[in-house]
């Protein structure tokens, strides 16, 4: 059933019951997504303005039984093996909960370095893949940390020109297409390391940014595909860090995000009609709160995490979205 409003108490609900049952097959199936969910369950709660709805102490008790003493980082679940991607979430976690004091964060930076490639790309574990957005969890960890000024950047910066393509958009590796979620990264990362200036042609990216939103109002990921709500933040993030948000159409975009929760059980899905997750529901939210959505906590496009927690840490820039409240 669509609805025309964001269902904040179904969603908080939705929330609190994820990971209730485990002896469920999906539970255990989705193992190695785990630490990354809690995030994603974390900061839409928080970007609701609900952070409290989840128990404190059991988040970071699992959160510390995710490390790997062995590796000094992060795995995705206890005994999985450290990943960038899980031990950037695991740093969201432990600072959105107050809580960073528990981590020995030079041995996480240790870890982080280890994996930057002689291209300048990160690895995501020890097992070599690599991929832009392992470079963006690299820098988006470091900045957190207050360690950035240890990576190579030009090395690191170095590598984003070569994944920058003739359409403005960036891929996973270089020479890959473009992909609206490889932009967030990389344009992320290039804010961060406050290059962007010299990397990104804003105006060639942001009418390929734009290019994304279909009929329905709904975002896809690259041309001729399916919209899907998680890319109402990737595109998003990246149009409000360029300045361009303007360029879509915001009203449409709201509809079609709204249309595909679940007014019933809560959650949102990646469109409507299909089985809600925690995935969705987080990236719906935050495209909601990136276009100004009442209500919403604003969120920061290039870490993922609510404005106010990024400017405690002094990271806060001038990001088009921040601030933009409806009346």
């Known amino acids: 059933m669509a609805t025309n409003e964001l269902l904040v108490p179904l969603h908080v609900s939705y929330i609190q019951k994820l990971g209730q049952n485990k002896d469920d097959l999906t539970y255990h199936l989705t193992s190695h997504l785990r630490l990354n969910a809690v995030y994603w369950g974390l900061t839409a709660l928080a970007v609701m303005g609900h952070q409290d709805a989840l128990n404190r102490e059991e988040m970071i008790d699992f959160v510390m039984s995710c490390w790997d003493e062995e590796q000094g980082a992060f795995g995705a679940h206890p005994d999985h093996d450290a990943h960038l991607l899980s031990t950037l979430s695991a740093i969201q976690i432990l600072i959105m909960q107050d809580a960073l004091d528990r981590v020995d964060v030079d041995r996480v930076v240790k870890y982080i370095l280890s994996l930057q490639q002689p291209s300048g790309v990160f690895a995501g574990d020890n097992f070599g893949e690599i991929d832009t957005r392992f470079l963006y969890c690299a820098v988006s960890a470091l900045s957190l940390l207050g360690r950035l000024d240890e990576l190579d950047k030009e090395k690191t910066v170095g590598y984003l020109k070569r994944c920058k393509n003739y359409d403005g958009g960036f891929g996973s590796v270089v020479g890959a297409e473009s992909h609206a979620a490889q932009v967030f990264v990389c344009t992320a990362a290039l804010a961060i390391l406050d290059k962007l200036d010299e990397v990104v042609d804003t105006d060639t990216l942001g009418w390929w940014l734009a290019e994304r939103q279909l009929p329905n109002g709904g975002l896809n990921g690259r041309p001729e595909k399916l919209e899907d709500v998680c890319y109402s933040f990737w595109v998003l993030s990246a149009l409000s860090i360029i300045k361009k948000v303007p360029w879509i159409d915001a009203k449409k975009l709201e509809a079609f995000i709204l249309s595909a929760q679940d007014a019933e059980g809560g ?61």
């Open 267 to 327: 959650g949102i899905a990646d469109r409507p009609g299909d089985m809600v997750d925690v995935f969705h529901t987080l990236f719906g939210v935050a495209g909601l709160s990136i276009l100004g959505y009442p209500g919403l906590v604003d969120l920061d496009p290039v870490y993922c995490m609510p404005a106010e927690v990024i400017k405690k840490l002094g990271l806060n820039k001038d990001w088009e979205a921040l601030p933009r409240r409806k009346a």
